[in-house]
């Protein structure tokens, strides 16, 4: 019998993936992610735009553009 695998979601209000434990997104979140968005990237920075926003509310001396690189940039297209 396997083991169930926790999905690579963000836990609130660490940012940490509830699966691996680092930096949320993981690598596996944003393959994850641009796999959904792949006919809307917009979209995707939208809402990646959204969680930013809410992570540098939660981190107390964190702005949005502190969190930027982390959440937002490596999903803008090329």
Not at 22 to 46: D, M
Not at 54 to 70: K, M, P, S, Y
Request: glycine share 4%; proline share 6%; net charge positive.
């Amino acid at each position: 019998m396997r083991a169930r695998r926790l999905p690579h979601l963000a836990t609130r209000p660490t940012w940490r993936c509830q699966s691996c434990g680092i930096a949320w997104p993981c690598s596996a979140a944003k393959l994850s992610l641009l796999g959904q968005y792949r006919e809307n990237r917009p979209a995707l920075v939208a809402y990646l735009m959204t969680l930013r926003d809410e992570a540098a509310e939660q981190h107390h001396g964190t702005t949005a553009a502190d969190l930027d690189d982390r959440f937002v940039a490596w999903a803008r297209p090329r």
